[in-house]
């Protein structure tokens, strides 16, 4: 406890190397339970800043693709997927023009998001995608089934080793089971 400079009683800590992050939960039960509900989220958060410094999800915007922040268009967004991200240890930020997507996905970047374009990409900021996923990036595409552009992502589906086809994959309504 000294060597990790904790002085209270009910305390977690996170301890890589020389790295340490702590959390308080105290010692009343009726004060810890409220830190105990969000433990596992902020252990995580702890866990990945020690073990592995700090992970970025980028997600594309400008070209109309849905968003980490509710809209009166989308009023839900993609908070959830955004929160559920936070709470796993990742910085969430938007990737653009003006945040240079045209020249490079930055490299912080882990993975980066590319939900739903209605428009066009550049072709400076498909080439900027497909440099990084060549050189190990992870991207997530999700696409609606017509969009009215054409979107110009073909090298990143060939260089992904997928085929767009017409049609709906997945629709929030309607489903079926299936029992393989």
Not at 28 to 33: S, Y
Not at 74 to 88: C, V
Not at 125 to 142: F, H, I, K
């Amino acid at each position: 406890a000294k060597e990790l400079r904790i002085r209270k009683n009910g305390t977690v800590v996170i301890s890589v190397g020389d790295d340490h992050k702590s959390l308080a939960l105290g010692v009343d039960p009726g004060k810890a339970r409220s830190k105990l509900k969000k433990l596992d989220a902020d252990f995580q958060k702890n866990l990945s800043k020690v073990a592995g410094g700090e992970k970025v999800a980028y997600f594309v915007h400008d070209h109309g693709e849905r968003s980490t922040t509710p809209s009166p268009k989308d009023p839900e967004g993609l908070k959830t997927a955004k929160k559920l991200l936070e709470q796993i240890g990742y910085k969430v930020k938007n990737l653009g023009l003006k945040q240079g997507l045209a020249d490079a996905v930055p490299d912080d970047a882990r993975i980066v998001f590319l939900i739903g374009p209605t428009h066009a990409l550049f072709p400076a900021e498909v080439d900027s995608l497909l440099t990084w996923l060549q050189a190990g990036g992870a991207l997530m595409v999700l696409v609606e089934p017509e969009p009215e552009d054409d979107l110009q992502l073909d090298p990143l589906f060939t260089a992904l080793g997928v085929k767009v086809e017409p049609g709906v994959l997945a629709h929030e309504r309607y489903h079926m089971r299936f029992n393989g």
